[in-house]
């Protein structure tokens, strides 16, 4: 597509695009380097998996730009993206509890980085990636480009969650749990509003108030006409011609 015809963007909303697909493209290739770096079958193929998703959304995002692929402000499908039940049914379930936890010293040698340090640094990348994602999308005025980068956003969970499913099962990230009384007492702290019979509580929230805002209004105008004329009613009682204390408009003599 020529220049002529490529589409109008918002300078802000281009320069937010042109950052993420420097990124985006940035991300697949190192996910793709890292995937040839571990010994492990399953890792290398979910992060292979990983780059795969990471290119093919950078090539749908460019070609966003380019004009190709646009939409009506529809939400667009992100190419790969995986259920959330993806990382549940590779992995099995999450488990809880500490199970022997430890955490080796870091190696200094520079030779080579472990299959737990890669599987951190690529569940960091994809923490970030979604909270910087849905953060350049909040401030797109294109619907196109909002819904790709939100795309991108729920790309990153659902790498996230796969990479943390993963660690997890290998011990690499344990979760910690509270006493079962502990978690009782603060689950059952809460206390719940009353359901409203219908309609969405807050547009109904809003409704009242603006009800509420207009009867106030009315209420203060017919008040603040009341007022008026009754201080115009007692302004002429007091004016007395006959009162010595009455100003009366004098005439003067210019000599």
Known sequence: ?????????????????????????????????????????????????????????????????????????GMMSAPGMMSGQHAMSQNGEPKLGLRQPSMPAPSMSGNSLSERSICTTVLNLHKHGAI????????????DLRSYLVNGALLCDRAAYDTWMYMNQKGYYQVPTLLQKTTNTLIHSYQTTPTPQTGYAPMNAMNNLQQATMSSMDGNASNANHARGAGALNQTQQINPNDSNHFEPRSYNMH
């Not at 042109?18 to 992060?47: F, G, I, P």
């Not at 910087?132 to 619907?143: S, V, Y």
């Open 1 to 73: 597509m020529n220049a002529s015809t490529s589409p109008e963007f918002g300078a802000h909303e281009l320069l937010v695009m042109h950052e993420a697909l420097m990124t985006k493209a940035a991300n697949a290739e190192m996910l793709s380097y890292l995937s040839e770096q571990v010994q492990d079958r399953q890792l290398r193929t979910m992060l292979a998996d990983q780059a795969r998703t990471a290119a093919n959304h950078y090539t749908q995002g460019v070609n966003l730009l380019q004009g190709q692929g646009r939409m009506s402000g």
């Open 132 to 143: 910087g994602w849905m953060t350049f999308a909040m401030e797109c005025a294109d619907p």
